[in-house]
């Protein structure tokens, strides 16, 4: 598979995109608003422990508490779990870690000081989540302090290598220090593992010195930014070649590889060219078309994505695909090509959380396992740890996909201001008939008998048509005296009410 990363930036915002055989399937941006903080490092202070939620709330000094479960706090009930079934997320300074139980109270008081560590960014509401749990990603190795268990990434399936890998790094492990051998370090020989120790160390040793000599809250350590925390974890050996076109970068980059992967830098390329980067790859479209709800496929069916904050819903269409003779190979047909399209959508807008994909029925159960089969395939490449189940009887597939920051249709866009962000808005009927009981309440009120009524010009017209005219109406069973006043910068959904004699808006009086 021919596989490519290009990096554009300028001063306002970094772009980073990966292409398999010259698709867009991965997508990342950083702006200076929106710094990437998974992996930061805090000294933090516990304000609130929750026992009943098995939680606490800590501050990092940042406007939003972070969130702390008690499954997130290390060096407990070590006992509990299979130390070599761990897996490798390839995202940076992800913890690497298992679900344990303990008691959160009897680990964490209030107003303590703690080392925490960012492993999900705050999304919607909620503050980001934190583990006490630190790890330090390298290029071929996590270090994990305080720990003493040397770890393989599942996504190295070979037994053989496995056993090779824990042969070399157990020798190697630093005493008071876990080791966590990640995907990139199968085929690595001893001296490379080695220099990666070196540097982690060095690199802890610097934070703890800081962590001690620091009040809380205080960040202790910034990750690397996207370019290089992205290039250290999704770099491999099957990646042709990196261009770059902002030179600073480009130095950047050379010179992390001239210290941890020598023999990969000539892959990394300066773009000097007059047209713009993404433009010469035809990517700017694609990223357009990423934040749209409607994605249509190669034989004319489409997908419907609808992002909530609690689920992803993304419904399969036949549109204008139309098949052969037997239906059940149609919509099969159309069920996989939907499939690959889904799985390069999850990638690429980052959606995470719980999927649901409503397919078209399929009759054959053998249909319904090949569509799983395909799906499943087509995620090979997905760096996000991930679960998904069966398609139902009902057509369904359930998945839920590790979500560390939020979606690029969050992140891009902001609701509408018309809609709130519902997608849709008061059909005409519904808000003159709301303005219909506004003037009701206002004559049970007593308090006015003449009013300036602001309206959008179309909504106006709607109150007119059919040769009923609605305001005349509530002028004649109301005896009230309203002037129209047509007004195009105010929402068809919306109106606002003056007073006729004090010219005081009074729209909220009888509103509900």
Not at 90 to 101: S, V
Not at 171 to 199: C, H, M, V, W, Y
Not at 278 to 286: A, G, H, I, N
Not at 312 to 341: L, S, W
Request: proline content about 3%.
């Amino acid at each position: 598979m021919k596989k490519e990363i290009l990096i554009n930036s300028n001063d306002y915002e970094t772009r980073v995109a990966i292409l398999e055989n010259d698709l867009l399937v991965e997508f990342q941006v950083e702006r200076e608003v929106s710094e990437r903080m998974v992996g930061d490092i805090y000294k933090g202070i516990v304000r609130t422990v929750l026992p009943g939620m098995q939680a606490a709330f800590i501050d990092i000094g940042l406007s939003r508490a972070a969130y702390l479960h008690s499954s997130d706090i290390g060096k407990e009930s070590d006992k509990n779990f299979d130390h070599d079934d761990f897996d490798d997320e390839e995202a940076p300074a992800e913890i690497i870690r298992k679900k344990r139980k303990v008691s959160i109270e009897r680990v964490l008081k209030k107003n303590q000081e703690v080392l925490v560590q960012i492993i999900k960014e705050p999304i919607s509401t909620k503050g980001p989540r934190i583990t006490t749990e630190i790890s330090i990603p390298g290029r071929y190795l996590v270090l994990v302090p305080d720990d003493d268990h040397v770890r393989v990434s599942k996504r190295i399936s070979n037994w053989g290598e496995r056993k090779r890998l824990k042969k070399i790094l157990n020798p190697l492990r630093p005493e008071g220090f876990g080791l966590i051998i990640r995907t990139e370090g199968e085929g690595q020989e001893e001296a490379n593992f080695r220099s990666d120790i070196k540097r982690l160390l060095k690199l802890w040793r610097s934070l703890k010195k800081k962590a001690d000599s620091s009040q809380a809250p205080f960040l202790i350590h910034k990750e690397a930014e996207m370019t290089v925390s992205m290039i250290r974890d999704i770099f491999t050996d099957d990646v042709e070649r990196i261009l770059i076109d902002n030179k600073n970068d480009y130095k950047r980059i050379i010179s992390y590889f001239r210290q941890v992967a020598p023999h990969l830098k000539n892959r990394v390329e300066l773009y000097k060219g007059e047209q713009p980067l993404f433009d010469l790859y035809d990517l700017e479209p694609e990223i357009d078309k990423m934040l749209e709800r409607k994605v249509w496929l190669k034989k004319g069916a489409y997908l419907i994505i609808d992002q909530t904050e609690a689920m992803v819903t993304i419904d399969v269409n036949t549109g204008r695909y139309v098949g052969g003779k037997d239906q059940e190979e149609t919509i099969f047909r159309t069920n996989i090509d939907a499939a690959r399209e889904i799985a390069r959508q999850v990638r690429l807008r980052d959606i995470g959380g719980l999927l649901v994909f409503d397919f078209i029925d399929m009759y054959n159960r053998d249909n319904r396992r090949k569509l799983y089969e395909e799906f499943i395939k087509s995620l090979a490449n997905d760096r996000a740890k991930r679960a998904v189940n069966q398609v139902t009887d009902f057509g369904l597939m359930e998945m839920t996909r590790e979500r560390v920051r939020q979606s690029h249709l969050h992140k891009l866009s902001d609701p509408c201001t018309h809609c709130n962000g519902l997608g849709r808005v008061l059909s005409r009927e519904t808000v003159a008939t709301k303005i219909e009981r506004w003037f009701m309440r206002a004559k049970a009120g007593k308090e006015f008998g003449s009013f300036h009524l602001i309206i959008n010009p179309t909504l106006a017209e709607a109150m007119s048509d059919n040769g009923t005219d609605r305001v005349q109406r509530l002028m004649k069973i109301y005896k009230f005296k309203i002037n129209i006043v047509r007004d195009t910068t105010i929402p068809l959904q919306d109106y606002r009410v003056f007073d006729g004699d004090s010219n005081e808006e009074i729209t909220n009086l009888y509103k509900v």
